[in-house]
């Protein structure tokens, strides 16, 4: 016998192809999700640009605040909302002696003990000459609807108007840098006397947490 006859020998083409399992299948297929790495370069521009807008936000609130109205000035020719989205007022337009109470931020604690004096003492601006008492906040009219409801309990004397793009605050030269309270500029606290397209008397805050000389009293005391 020989060797050739003896072994059994068992050939493997070279070409021939294993099929995968149905593990191999599965480990073929997932594949690893790639996760992007945040670089510090990333971080380090996003504090950049933010600082960039707050420094950006103080220069322009102070650039609007440079030159604030005062008496013997003009009345801006600006609109404001009042009422409701449709109606607006530009006060360099009314006619008579009126009363801007200007407030940085609807609902704030100081704004809600400054304009109560100017509903409950309406009757006696009026008895001064006041044809109009007007409440301004940088605000929207949604707002500002809901707080005069909440101050004066429905009844329609005093107006509240929205200056809520910033328009009048800074065309009044009045505007407060108050992003660390309220999220970006208000208006200054205060109250402005005017008649007849020109002003009478600017009188504002030297603290905005505080009501002095813008007090209905104090205002009363000037007409």
Not at 32 to 61: C, D, E, F, G, N
Not at 125 to 141: A, H, T
Request: with cysteine; hydrophobic share 40%; proline share 5%.
């Amino acid at each position: 016998m020989s060797l050739r006859s003896s072994v059994n020998l068992r050939i493997v083409k070279p070409n021939r192809l294993i099929k995968p399992t149905i593990v191999s299948r599965s480990i073929i297929t997932c594949s690893r999700p790639l996760i992007q790495p945040t670089h510090i370069k990333q971080y380090r521009m996003a504090s950049i640009l933010s600082a960039t807008a707050k420094a950006a936000h103080s220069a322009v609130a102070n650039l609007a605040s440079a030159s604030p109205i005062k008496a013997g000035d003009a009345v801006p020719d600006v609109e404001v909302r009042v009422n409701d989205l449709e109606d607006r007022v530009n006060f360099s337009k009314l006619q008579g002696k009126n009363v801007l109470v200007l407030v940085p931020g609807a609902f704030s604690p100081t704004c809600s003990s400054q304009v109560p004096g100017y509903l409950d003492q309406y009757s006696t601006f009026q008895s001064k000459g006041v044809k109009d008492i007007y409440v301004v906040s940088v605000n929207d009219m949604f707002v500002m609807n809901a707080w005069k409801e909440k101050l004066s309990g429905g009844k329609d004397v005093v107006k509240f108007a929205a200056d809520d793009e910033g328009k009048l605050a800074s065309a009044l030269g009045l505007v407060l840098d108050a992003q660390a309270i309220f999220g970006g500029p208000r208006l200054k606290r205060g109250a402005v006397v005017f008649e007849d397209g020109k002003i009478t008397h600017v009188a504002v805050e030297p603290s905005p947490a505080e009501v002095t000389v813008s007090h209905a009293d104090e205002i009363l005391k000037t007409l």
